[in-house]
């Protein structure tokens, strides 16, 4: 059963159609039960999900060349094991970007969750592909596709023998296909955050690429959608100790209309707050310049919002602008680019900060005689300038301990590893009470830099293809 | 550094160079206004959003790139920008080349940029004194109130 259906059961006909698309996951990593509490709450016709940021798809790529079918977001399949027969139950269908650099293993793997949970025969898993630029990329390079780095200009060239995955990031399109074939899962790669929130909204209101306002609004409403409870008061540094019910925090749900005009709101008796301040706090997360904000399908104003508390953890939003997407895509590489390493250590009072500083002193002078050369070497104290830097002025005598951690990096992994054994030696060589040191040596992490790039849409988007898949 | 409690109203006369008339009193930009800071490769960026409509042209006046700039010196290796979102009663500002590279290749705690907000939120500032004496602890948790 897709959502249209159970709308037109469910709402009067007088009554403007309203379409509820509930945020599941900000990312990788997030609550495991937000997404189970979306679709048993209340209603709801979408359930969004971001698993990817910027290092996930090399973090992806790297799983897939040790394991074929691995790539994906593995937290997904087991999650659509279990809300799968509720989903189908409610007429909730699920967008997500979790196929990572494996669309496709990762819909099987959904056919399979969805088999186990009874679900056999009865739904439908929409896998979008074409994004992945890995295989086409030498290609691409000699079709004149320089691919240079959006910051600094140097062509790709540069770096292509160590380059791990190369994804574009594409807009709604092809979720809006996998809705029209009746997908009841939409798995991508890597789409747009927002285009997981934008899609069923053009689907449902029939939105084109040409609707720019409309579209604008809708990449507001994936904004506040693609980071989770961001948007529902965690992280929210407005009055934080007044939020109330974080234990079960309710993630944001959008209430769109076919004017564009969309209500932010949560499902009632879960914790959080969806207020103007909160609200606004998300919208200007990761912003760059607010009079354009670029997407594969439309370019967006917030310059024009509005944010209008209109009930209870409910805030209305209007007033986008959009304007014809550019003639690009943005690409995502990821190369390797060196080791890095971070030790820590912990000291006491009295005097812990100076304790801490000439330990750092005395390592950095080991590590000088032993002839190592770094890239980078950082010392932090944290507890008390790891964050704020020198704007937190000069540590008192009385700080009861501190940890110093000491990062480097290097393009070679040799002084990396030689560092990692120069930490705990200090426990018995250099200044007294430390202690913390029970992790065992850092461990060695290969660095994947971020290559950002753009595309010709021709290039990529002829390519896109959606497969739908029976389970 | 703490300065919570700290200057009082200064008695200051009328002109500081932010052009404001009569008495003006320092008070920490946490207490006119709220923020958020996320990452864009080795650029932060800090959203500043007054608490209270009204010290929106305040805030305008206050956080000049150029202050902006000073206050973290050298945390912020680039250019600073700002943009102004008057309809959210906030302005947005890139701090480029803050991150020590960021992502995967930044040695730094921080290296996604979360709290380079409450680090924008240490700066002193000097208001109109009827200002200071409404928004005077705005931004921080009451003493007796938390976890």
């Known amino acids: 059963m897709t959502s249209d259906s159970n709308r037109e059961a469910s709402t009067p006909r007088s009554e403007p159609k309203v379409v509820r698309i509930g945020s599941g996951q900000g990312f990788w990593g997030d609550d495991l039960e937000a997404p189970v509490r979306q679709v048993e709450g209340g209603p709801l016709d979408y359930l969004m999900m971001d698993y990817l940021a910027e290092v996930t798809m090399s973090i992806m790529q790297k799983q897939r060349s040790r394991r074929p079918e691995a790539g994906f977001a593995r937290d997904f399949p087991p999650l659509m094991e279990r809300i799968f027969p509720t989903c189908l139950e409610k007429g909730v269908r699920v967008v997500t970007n979790a196929g990572g650099v494996n669309p496709l293993g990762c819909g099987e793997a959904v056919v399979e969750a969805g088999r186990a949970a009874g679900v056999g025969g009865r739904a439908r898993v929409g896998v979008v592909t074409g994004d992945d630029l890995m295989e086409r990329l030498d290609d691409l390079l000699a079709g004149g596709h320089e691919l240079r780095h959006m910051e600094t200009g140097a062509p790709l060239a540069e770096v292509r023998d160590r380059v791990e995955s190369a994804n574009a990031y594409i807009g709604a399109v092809p979720i809006v296909e996998a809705l029209r074939r009746g997908a009841d899962v939409v798995l991508t790669g890597r789409s747009t955050d927002t285009a997981l929130t934008y899609g069923p909204l053009m689907h449902e209101f029939g939105w084109s690429r040409g609707d720019h306002h409309h579209l604008a609004q809708g990449v507001v409403a994936g904004h506040i959608n693609e980071c989770g409870a961001q948007a529902s008061g965690g992280n929210a540094l407005v009055d934080w100790w007044t939020m109330p019910g974080m234990e079960e925090v309710g993630f944001p749900i959008i209430e769109a209309r076919s004017d564009g005009s969309f209500v932010v709101t949560k499902h009632p008796g879960t914790g959080g707050r969806v207020s103007r301040p909160v609200v606004t706090e998300q919208l200007l997360y990761e912003m760059g310049d607010p009079t354009e904000y670029i997407t594969p399908d439309v370019v967006a104003d917030f310059t024009g919002i509005s944010l209008d508390e209109v009930g209870p953890d409910r805030v209305r939003v209007t007033g986008a602008r959009g304007r014809e997407a550019t003639e690009f895509l943005k690409v995502s590489i990821a190369y390797a680019d060196g080791y890095k390493a971070v030790g820590t250590l912990v000291y006491a009072w009295p005097d812990a900060a100076a304790k801490a500083r000439s330990a750092a002193r005395i390592l950095q002078a080991r590590l000088d005689r032993l002839g190592l050369s770094f890239d980078e070497v950082r010392i932090e104290l944290v507890g008390w300038d790891s964050t704020h830097g020198h704007l937190a002025g000069p540590p008192p005598a009385d700080l009861p301990e501190v940890q110093l951690r000491v990062a480097v990096r290097a393009r070679e992994a040799a002084p990396v590893e030689r560092f990692t054994r120069e930490i705990a030696p200090l426990v018995l060589t250099g200044p007294p009470s430390v202690t913390g040191f029970a992790g065992g040596r850092p461990r060695v992490q290969e660095i994947m830099a971020y290559w950002p790039a753009l595309i010709r849409k021709e290039a990529v988007e002829p390519h896109l293809d959606v497969r739908i898949l029976e389970v | ?147």
């Open chain 2, 1 to 147: 550094m703490d300065t919570r409690g700290a200057p009082g109203p200064a008695s200051a006369p009328a002109s500081d160079g932010f052009g404001f008339e009569g008495e003006t009193a320092r008070i920490q930009l946490v207490d006119l206004a709220h923020a958020r800071s996320g990452d864009k490769g080795d650029t932060a960026n800090v959203g500043v959003i007054a608490y209270d409509s009204r010290d929106y042209p305040l805030l305008r006046e206050l956080l000049t790139v150029e202050r902006v700039k000073a206050h973290f010196g050298a945390m912020v290796a680039g250019e600073v920008e700002r943009f102004e979102l008057p309809n959210l009663h906030a302005l947005n500002f890139l701090l480029h080349g803050a991150l020590g590279g960021g992502g995967t290749v930044s040695l730094m705690t921080d290296a996604q940029g979360k709290v380079f907000s409450t680090a924008l939120l240490r700066m002193e500032v000097e208001v109109p004194a009827e200002v200071a004496t409404r928004v005077r602890g705005r931004g921080r948790m009451p003493a007796g109130e938390g976890p």
